[in-house]
Structures are given as C-alpha cells and as structure tokens.
Nanobody
Framework: QVQLVESGGGLVQAGGSLRLSCVMS????????IDWYRQAPGKQRELVAI???????YYADSVKGRFTISRDNAKNTVYLQMNRLKPEDTAAYSC?????????WGQGTQVTVSS
C-alpha cells in the first residue's frame, strides 16, 4: 500500500503562486506515476498533471505553461508548482499514486484563488 499526504494549499489572489506537496510512504517502489487531480464544486474531476516513474511529465491544456510537476526522490515527494493562478483554478487538489491496478489517493488540499 501507499500513503499520500498533500499540503501547500491555501488562499491566493489571482496571478499568485502556490506549491503543493505530496509526500509518499509505503510501497512507493511500485508506483508507476503520480497524478494530480482537482475537483471544484459542481464540476467533474479533472486530471491536472502526471509525472511518471521515469520523470516524464504531462499536463492538462488548462494548466500547461502555468503549472509544473516535479519530484524529489530523496524526499519521496512530488510537487505541483502553480503559477499565474486564476479563479478557475479553485478546487480541491489531490495526488494519486498509480500502481496500475491499484490507485491510492491522498486526503486533498484546498486551493482558493480570489479575483
């Protein structure tokens, strides 16, 4: 199993920045990728970014050029750097450990962007 703990959310003005962290523990050797998802009230869950075990990164079009996903293997942590935030980025953000058949979710962290 994998345990994930997110942090770094908060309230920020439009145009500002936040960095989310996702600390991993447990059977992290079996993780294929770490995904960041977000869900705003009344909206569908959206896949925001992915970083694979090989370090490849993928982004949703809505965040491309503004968000950067990265990992620090020494700290077992994946980061989501979010710049030039917009009110529409307001959502609960969760990291997910993708092990193929099994996926593990963190508890989420709230990001609120004021206009």
């Amino acid at each position: 199993q994998v345990q994930l703990v997110e942090s770094g959310g908060g309230l920020v003005q439009a145009g500002g920045s936040l960095r989310l962290s996702c600390v991993m523990s447990g059977s992290i050797f079996a993780i294929n990728a770490i995904d960041w998802y977000r869900q705003a009230p009344g909206k569908q869950r959206e896949l925001v970014a992915i970083i694979t075990s090989g370090g490849s990164a993928y982004y949703a079009d809505s965040v491309k050029g503004r968000f950067t996903i990265s990992r620090d293997n020494a700290k077992n942590t994946v980061y989501l750097q979010m710049n030039r935030l917009k009110p529409e980025d307001t959502a609960a953000y969760s990291c997910v450990a993708d092990q193929g058949i099994d996926n593990y979710w963190g508890q989420g962290t709230q990001v609120t962007v004021s206009s």
